[in-house]
């Protein structure tokens, strides 16, 4: 966990001007001056401006800028670059160079880097690590993506129940610069079952001779080592804790989860959701920035759902051709279809947001599905009667298409509208109970599923008020 | 900021459990058992517990069950709760209940109660305030909504450059009630200026007779007091501080801002941001969840955009009247309508969706606009090439259609993912250049748009390919 550290106050103009100065220098060819410029910022900013030197001179340039900088700070820095700056540095340093840094890194970043690193140049450094470190990293690295275990770090503070409190500051002196934070602190039983937890604050506001035993809370939340990143993080915002333990099937302590890996956790899950409304499915496995990512892998992101869809849009073109002949009729119909299907479309995926946020958000449950359809068609019937009116002017009067094609349009708004409410909350809900991601289900979906029923709709009220 | 709290492994069956017992236990009137059963759980855990009691059993229950917990509990409870429960307690609880409440409150949760609170229970409350305190309250409350000002708190510890750590050390355990945190402390310089950081992680690992002025770091990342709040956010996210420094313009220290209010900004703002891409304003200055939102305001939040497109859908259906003549010599020519303008306000959505969400993670900014182009302009070609061959198959094989309607099909389609793609990426962007937010450029609107563009670009290959 980083501590206090060093910036200052309008960071993104410093951060410009500190970029232009390193590039001149770099132009120039003067890199200590430029790496004395980078030096100016802390360990993520510095990470940053690499990314960017990158981007603006080439992977060569940082990678000098990189085995330039102090030994401590480049083993920070390197925590923070993205995976493909990462393996591009590690390709061209030396392995002496590679052992450092991956020797000094905090257990969690350790094990972040080495997931992401090419495989013989894991086996490479794994040789030269210490047997029981060895292993432990094995076992980290064996836990299934996207669980607890992956982000827990074994580096945690564990105290003596028996010790008094000047025991334990001695012992938290002593362990303070492995340990991933020192804020809370653990106590476990002899068969490493977690027993206890205290924090450093309760710690330093009790007298000397306090036995750690009873200023402990026995009772604490905690997270199974398999469980889900996304319901780690819901837990974090629920109780706003610091850190959370991890414990196995038997309730032993195996390591803890601090709350800035959190933050990056939240970020990450919040685009997956994001993305996949959008239709997108992200089968990249480098976490890939929206620029880093290739062409190709945009490509492939991107196409299944819109595969998908075109297997759908056959139906909607049938539909269509079965009405072909009333049409030519009356050829005029088919200008209100684009109003009729996109507004199915967009009051559909409304509804559909708000579901699949809160059911992100742990505010709305399967279980109120009578409820939500409740909710969701009075909403549909109230937007309904309102577009409705809306549209009986417009066909009358700007359009000046009779009352019996109004009357057409406007009754299928009305249904159009509740179907689509009610197609665009429920479906998210039955993914869920499914047990599937409903973000899956992504906007586009809902759209053309709500396209073909929008069509039937309209050309059913045709039938009845225009007698075709 | 919580300290570790009390709870369990398995909290949601736990929860479940204890809510059955409560609802049956009030249903016989055994409010004290009922009580007790409640008081197994932690604050937040408590607060969510009555939640479901009100809308299981009612308010008054709810009111029943809070003024029986402990004072020490209830006020923290009652920070927990939302908005709607807390001021219908207001209401019925006596005012020396109320008063004891708000005063006991951290103060950045007594700044979050009294915005809500209405306004005639507020000037009540601050009656009985003192007026140094009743100053600093109206102060706070008179910072605009969603800056830094209103998330801060002015409870820190506050040390002297000339302190020792023994005398530091003391000086926290005096202070660690009333503060917010503990774990970073702040040193200023006779004008109240911020001059320094240091945490109480360095301060316990130096040693005793060691002075502050020797291990606190001079310069830090702060924020300005009308700093908007997601961008506070967004630096909790990059640096994964504690806590941040909040100053004014003239760099004196008025509050500090923790991470766990930050994670309720991010669930917030990230909402907020998946409700506007999805077409939804939240015009609720209530912060309601889904199903506490009456129908009356979920219609009034939807209604907007469906309005404004019901507009733009006027002129998709002048484009279509004005081609009606030709439509109904080829009257297939109908049925491709749908899979084209859907697809490319899906494959628009795609694009807005990414943009969008890279411009709020701060990875992408308008400046790369030619860069983006670039990217979508070959990620559309490469998408239109497949989905044409695809179409060409479908249109020739599965609809008999012809070679130059499917000609026609192709082509359209080709241009039309081209030129979604490019709308998609470039409209987030401008908008967020005239510094409004790009998530507020709904995808239904993308959507729209496409559809217009759509129609025009597949008449106009008709006319080339069937001379219509």
Same mark, same amino acid.
């Given at each position: 966990?980083?501590?206090?550290?060093?910036?200052?106050?309008?960071?993104?103009?410093?951060?410009?001007?500190?970029?232009?100065?390193?590039?001149?220098?770099?132009?120039?060819?003067?890199?200590?001056?430029? *790496?004395?410029?980078?030096?100016?910022?802390?360990?993520?900013?510095? %990470? =940053? #401006?690499?990314? /960017?030197?990158?981007?603006?001179?080439?992977?060569?340039?940082?990678?000098?800028?990189? *085995?330039?900088?102090?030994?401590?700070?480049?083993?920070?820095?390197? %925590? =923070? #670059?993205?995976? /493909?700056d990462r393996n591009k540095i590690v390709e061209i340093i030396n392995d002496k160079e590679i052992e450092y840094i991956i020797h000094e890194l905090d257990f969690d970043d350790k094990i972040d880097v080495l997931e992401e690193l090419p495989a013989n140049v894991v086996s490479k450094i794994l040789e030269k690590t210490p047997k029981s470190e060895r292993k432990l990293i094995n076992t980290f690295l064996n836990y299934p993506e996207n669980c607890a275990g992956t982000l827990m770090t074994p580096d945690y503070i564990s105290l003596e129940k028996d010790w008094t409190v000047r025991e334990a500051l001695d012992h938290i002196k002593k362990e303070s610069i492995d340990a991933e934070t020192i804020y809370t602190c653990y106590v476990k039983d002899m068969g490493r079952k977690l027993i206890g937890i205290v924090s450093l604050s309760t710690i330093v506001t009790s007298d000397d001779d306090t036995r750690i035993n009873d200023i402990m809370r026995t009772e604490f939340v905690s997270e199974n080592v398999y469980a889900d990143q996304e319901d780690v993080a819901q837990d974090f915002t629920k109780y706003g804790f610091l850190a959370l333990p991890v414990v196995d099937n038997e309730s032993r302590l195996v390591g803890i989860i601090t709350f800035d890996d959190i933050l990056d956790i939240i970020e990450e899950e919040t685009t997956e959701d994001i993305e996949r409304m959008g239709g997108i499915i992200d089968f990249d496995d480098k976490d890939r920035e929206y620029?880093?990512?290739?062409?190709?892998?945009?490509?492939?992101?991107?196409l299944p759902w819109l595969v998908i869809l075109m297997v759908a849009y056959i139906f909607t073109g049938m539909i269509i051709s079965s009405f072909e002949g009333q049409l030519s009729q009356v050829i005029s119909l088919v200008?209100?279809?684009?109003?009729?299907?996109?507004?199915?479309?967009?009051?559909?995926?409304?509804?559909?947001?708000?579901?699949?946020?809160g059911i992100a958000t742990g505010e709305v449950e399967p279980e109120d599905f009578p409820r939500i359809l409740w909710k969701e068609v009075?909403?549909?019937a109230a937007i309904g009667v309102l577009l409705s009116?809306?549209?009986?002017?417009?066909?009358?009067?700007?359009?000046?298409?009779?009352a019996m094609i109004a009357l057409t349009v406007c009754s299928a708004m009305m249904a159009i509208v509740v179907f689509a409410k009610m197609l665009g909350s429920m479906i998210p809900l039955l993914v869920k109970k499914l047990g599937a991601d409903p973000a899956l289900i992504a906007n586009p979906a809902i759209s053309s599923i709500s396209d073909a029923v929008a069509l039937s709709i309209y050309f059913l009220m045709a039938k009845i008020f225009l007698g075709l």
């Open positions: 966990m980083p501590d206090v550290n060093i910036a200052n106050i309008d960071r993104d103009a410093l951060m410009d001007e500190g970029l232009e100065k390193i590039l001149e220098l770099l132009e120039d060819k003067k890199y200590f001056a430029a *790496r004395d410029e980078l030096l100016k910022f802390n360990s993520v900013d510095i %990470a =940053e #401006l690499l990314e /960017e030197v990158t981007e603006d001179k080439g992977i060569q340039n940082t990678v000098i800028m990189f *085995r330039m900088l102090p030994k401590d700070v480049s083993v920070e820095v390197f %925590a =923070e #670059l993205p995976t /493909e620029l880093d990512t290739p062409v190709k892998q945009h490509v492939l992101n991107r200008s209100y279809m684009p109003m009729l299907m996109g507004t199915g479309g967009n009051t559909g995926s409304q509804a559909a947001t708000l579901i699949i946020r009075r909403v549909g009116v809306l549209n009986f002017a417009r066909v009358m009067l700007l359009d000046g298409d009779g």
